[in-house]
């Protein structure tokens, strides 16, 4: 006895005048939108343009629901070309009957020929749109609740989904597991480690949407098993389970295989956007006391305006000229007395002559680290 289920929608489209809206198509919809404006915040923290994002997905969603078209239509081949099949019903998309491998197909190929037009690189890009793509895999499951198609195995659980007579496997069971619900779960669990993961750890090209294929599979598999509706099996495991398996195995080899942070063909700009190199500041050089020296520019000289800068030049210049006359006429008169005084004037002009520790290099300082001798100035 059930005493608590999700409940399924009376109905999956709803007439806007004579314009039917189909819940599973605005599901999709939903879906996309949602990925392009996830992706283009995602391309803009990298440097790039996020126009890039509506760009490609203008070629890769028609490609994209294509290939989830023909996957779908060639992994259940009865339902059209069977006996009691229709041909013409192969086209009837909106009847539902999508597959999301078809879809990955297609859509990378549709990306792929965005990129090549745009000139970027579509590993690259591939990375920065993983987690939009999850997302409207989520957001698009729910397509399968309104349709009240591709639910579990019958179930007692207080979240089964109930479903109409109408739609049941099984005449004599009204609710079923809600694989729709677990998927969406699954989903954005994996949307959520995908955005940890590259905030931590920049996985470089293509690696981060190699881990997002390896980890939506790997539910997908239990997920699959749950599931009951008609489909064409290999050695008794559903075309599907077999599709999981053999694409997260290949995703798995290549997230270990491609471990290079860089690859010599990738661009700097390209480097800088997957964050693969960081700019270093630069060492200032210091004087002998550990100050910044000469080279050192103060904070909010780049703000000074021409005519502050070249005062501020001029001053330099004059400061400079002064301290070095200074320190002239010092020298001279220091020598002097040595010359008068004999071995100790000597020894006196010798040390005067000694570089003073911590002396100031750069403008306005003693070219040669000499101590400063001030003179009055002159009126």
């Known amino acids: 006895m059930v005493f608590a289920a999700i409940p399924s929608p009376s109905r999956g489209v709803v007439h806007l005048g004579p314009v039917p809206l189909r819940a599973y198509a605005l599901m999709i919809i939903i879906g996309i939108v949602v990925a392009v404006v996830v992706t283009g915040r995602r391309l803009r923290a990298r440097g790039m343009d996020p126009a890039i994002a509506g760009e490609i997905a203008y070629w890769a969603v028609p490609f994209g629901i294509v290939g989830a078209r023909i996957y779908h239509v060639l992994s259940t081949p009865d339902a059209y070309f069977g006996e009691h099949g229709h041909v013409a019903d192969v086209v009837k998309i909106w009847n539902g009957g999508l597959g999301i491998w078809g879809a990955i197909a297609g859509g990378a190929l549709g990306a792929w020929l965005a990129a090549r037009r745009l000139g970027i690189s579509l590993a690259l890009f591939a990375d920065a749109a993983a987690p939009g793509i999850i997302l409207a895999q989520a957001i698009g499951r729910w397509g399968n609740w309104f349709n009240q198609e591709l639910y579990g195995k019958?179930?007692?659980?207080?979240?089964?989904?109930?479903?109409?007579?109408?739609?049941?496997?099984?005449?004599?069971?009204?609710?079923?597991?809600?694989?729709?619900?677990?998927?969406?779960?699954w989903n954005l669990v994996v949307a959520g480690i995908l955005l940890v993961v590259d905030r931590r750890h920049r996985l470089g090209r293509g690696r981060l949407f190699a881990l997002y294929v390896a980890l939506y599979t790997f539910g997908r598999l239990w997920i699959e098993m749950l599931r009951i509706d008609t489909a064409d099996e290999i050695l008794g495991l559903r075309v599907n389970i077999w599709t999981s398996a053999i694409v997260c195995v290949g995703a798995v080899v290549a997230l270990l295989v491609v471990r290079r942070p860089v690859d010599p063909d990738v661009s700097p700009e390209e480097q800088r956007a997957l964050g693969l190199v960081q700019e270093r500041p630069r060492r200032q050089p210091t004087d002998a006391g550990g100050e910044p020296g000469s080279g050192t520019r103060t904070a909010g000289a780049?703000?000074?305006?021409?005519?502050?800068?070249?005062?501020?030049?001029?001053?330099?210049?004059?400061?400079?000229?002064?301290?070095?006359?200074?320190?002239?006429?010092?020298?001279?008169?220091?020598?002097?007395?040595?010359?008068?005084?004999?071995?100790?004037?000597?020894?006196?002009?010798?040390?005067?002559?000694?570089?003073?520790?911590?002396?100031?290099?750069?403008?306005?300082?003693?070219?040669?680290?000499?101590?400063?001798?001030?003179?009055?100035?002159?009126?």
């Open 154 to 185: 019958p179930t007692t659980l207080p979240w089964a989904v109930r479903i109409d007579p109408e739609h049941r496997a099984d005449p004599g069971v009204a609710t079923y597991q809600p694989t729709f619900l677990y998927e969406f779960l």
């Open 302 to 379: 780049a703000d000074a305006s021409p005519a502050s800068a070249g005062s501020a030049a001029s001053a330099g210049s004059a400061a400079s000229a002064g301290s070095a006359a200074s320190a002239g006429s010092a020298a001279h008169a220091v020598r002097a007395p040595a010359r008068e005084g004999g071995a100790e004037g000597a020894e006196d002009a010798s040390r005067a002559e000694q570089p003073v520790a911590g002396a100031e290099t750069g403008a306005g300082a003693v070219p040669s680290g000499r101590a400063r001798v001030e003179r009055p100035p002159a009126t």
